[in-house]
């Protein structure tokens, strides 16, 4: 699975979007992009993912560059509760299973009020 | 429908003891990951299952540990003798089929202290 680079922390106010970046510049033509949290030491979870296009859920926006190199989590309202380390992590189908997925080290978000 | 249930949420073994973990997956999904989570550190996947068989466990630890998933019950996830070092938080995921564009849905973890 290709490499990604996230920054350490970010700040946002509450109310605000929250625009969270992340470089996979070695990802390949068949792998997605995902987007997990994970709020203290609570179980991850899943907020989107995408290949190419940009999706859009109840809980945010993901925006993938058109060469896919990079991509940005938005979450267009942000609150205190999403105060969380968020994980941006490519994953490719490796053709004898689908491989588990590999969290670095994420972005630490933190809302303010 | 209720999420991925994993139990018991905290777990205490003394040094040598064995622990098991368990995990049941959400309705209808047959694939089932661990992963564990060290203190201060990041999520390493551990071992990916089917029922009943063994997909992926290169992140498995060559000894003491072992992960089965059995065509009724849940995931079990055995740590024999276990040593301090094994002191984690374990979380399971499940997601309905082998394919990277659906999403593994995480439970709550089993938070093992070993003493």
Known sequence: DAKTTQPTSMDCAEGRAANLPC???????????YWYRQIHSQG??????????????????????????????????????????YYCIVRAYSGGGADGLTFGKGTHLIIQP | NAGVMQNPR??????????????????????VYWYRQLPEEGLKFMVYLQKENII???????ERFSAEFPKE?????????????????????????QNPSDEQYFGPGTRLTVT
């Open chain 1, 44 to 85: 991850p979870q899943y907020i989107i993912h995408g290949l190419k296009n940009n999706e859009t859920n109840e809980m945010a926006s993901l925006i993938i560059t058109e060469d896919r190199k990079s991509s940005t989590l938005i979450l267009p309202h942000a609150t205190l509760r999403d105060t969380a380390v």
């Open chain 2, 56 to 62: 992926d466990e290169s992140g498995m630890p060559k």
């Open chain 1, 23 to 33: 470089n996979h510049s070695t990802i390949s033509g068949n792998e997605y992009v």
């Open chain 2, 10 to 31: 905290h777990l205490v073994r003394r040094r040598g003891q064995e622990a098991r973990l368990r995990c049941s997956p959400m309705k209808g999904h047959s694939h």
């Open chain 2, 73 to 97: 019950g849940p995931s079990i996830l055995r740590i024999q003798q276990v040593v301090r070092g094994d002191s984690a938080a374990y979380f399971c995921a499940s997601s309905p089929r």
